[in-house]
Structures are given as structure tokens and as C-alpha cells.
């Protein structure tokens, strides 16, 4: 499975408008699809990281199952 990590351990992750946001800065890699509708804001947890799929409407990733833990990268 390829992901884009967009959040670091203490990021806040969100996304509002279509456009991603991490710490308030909107991210400026596009991607395939935008999510629609709001998502966050999500902090990541210390030792896990925030990870999205470039094709976001139809991407099975942190929106849907949360957190990755590093070691699992």
C-alpha cells in the first residue's frame, strides 16, 4: 500500500474546502481528488504518523482507519 505521509507526531491535520491542511498551511501537493466534505482537525499522536492516498475520494487511509504507528512504516 503507497501513501502520502502528510502529518508528523504533533501535526494538526485538516481538511476543509477540498484543500489539506497541516498546522493551518494548506499543503500545496495536488492530488487526484480532494475530500469533499470536512475531515478534522486531527492531531497525530506522539510516534504515529498521518498518511492520505493521492486519489483521496477513493482512498482506503488515515480518514478511514486513523493513525499509522512508525514502526509500521
Given amino acids: 500500500m503507497?501513501?502520502?505521509?502528510?502529518?508528523l507526531p504533533g501535526a494538526v491535520i485538516?481538511?476543509?474546502?477540498?484543500?489539506?491542511?497541516?498546522?493551518?498551511k494548506a499543503l500545496k501537493k495536488p492530488s487526484i481528488g480532494a475530500k469533499k466534505l470536512p475531515y478534522g482537525p486531527v492531531t497525530?499522536?506522539?510516534?504515529?504518523?498521518?498518511?492520505?492516498?493521492d486519489n483521496r475520494n477513493n482512498s482506503f487511509d488515515s480518514h478511514c482507519?486513523?493513525?499509522?504507528?512508525?514502526?509500521?512504516?
Avoid: E, T
Fill in 14 to 24: 485538516q481538511i476543509k474546502n477540498g484543500q489539506v491542511y497541516a498546522n493551518s
Fill in 44 to 53: 497525530v499522536p506522539a510516534d504515529f504518523y498521518r498518511v492520505l492516498g
Fill in 65 to 73: 482507519w486513523g493513525s499509522v504507528p512508525m514502526d509500521s512504516v
Fill in 2 to 7: 503507497i501513501k502520502r505521509v502528510i502529518g
